[in-house]
């Protein structure tokens, strides 16, 4: 088997495996955000888990937890008729990211940034609010000011 076959066959195994844990509700993904499709489709989804006990350093703990619920509230939302509810993550050119974006019918409605150590507003945040001024932003973090 040649070594672009054998990529190509760990790639499906891995998609498989990842679909499958999916399915048995141990993980699920948010995609990038992106208002061109075929972009959005070549980034790289985030993975969390939906039962974050397992996860022992406050960054990823805090992410993880903030994830899993806004990703519930967002069905709930959608499941209640008060518009079509995403769950994305923005990741610039630039690579600067914020950690969670609601999409409200298509459009940015809020964001969410987690911090487990700064308490200064992230850049990429600053970013994000000027670019869509009428999102709600928020940054939590596990410091006091």
Not at 72 to 89: M, V
Not at 110 to 136: G, H, N, R
Request: glycine letters at 2%.
């Amino acid at each position: 088997m040649r070594d672009g076959a054998l990529l190509n066959s760990q790639k499906t195994t891995l998609r498989e495996w990842v679909a499958f844990l999916q399915n048995l509700y141990i993980c699920f993904k948010i995609p990038p955000y992106s208002r061109n499709i075929a972009r959005a489709l070549t980034k790289e989804a985030k993975y969390y888990l939906f039962d974050w006990l397992p996860i022992s350093e406050q960054g990823p703990l805090l992410e993880n937890i903030v994830a899993a619920h806004l990703q519930k509230i967002c069905t709930s939302w959608t499941d209640l008729a008060y518009g079509i509810f995403n769950l994305c993550y923005i990741r610039t050119k630039e690579k600067k990211e914020v950690d969670f974006c609601v999409v409200r019918d298509g459009k940015p409605w809020m964001s969410v940034e987690c911090k487990s150590q700064s308490t200064t507003l992230s850049k990429a945040m600053k970013k994000f609010t000027a670019k869509f001024s009428s999102a709600i932003a928020f940054q939590l973090t596990l410091q006091t000011p």
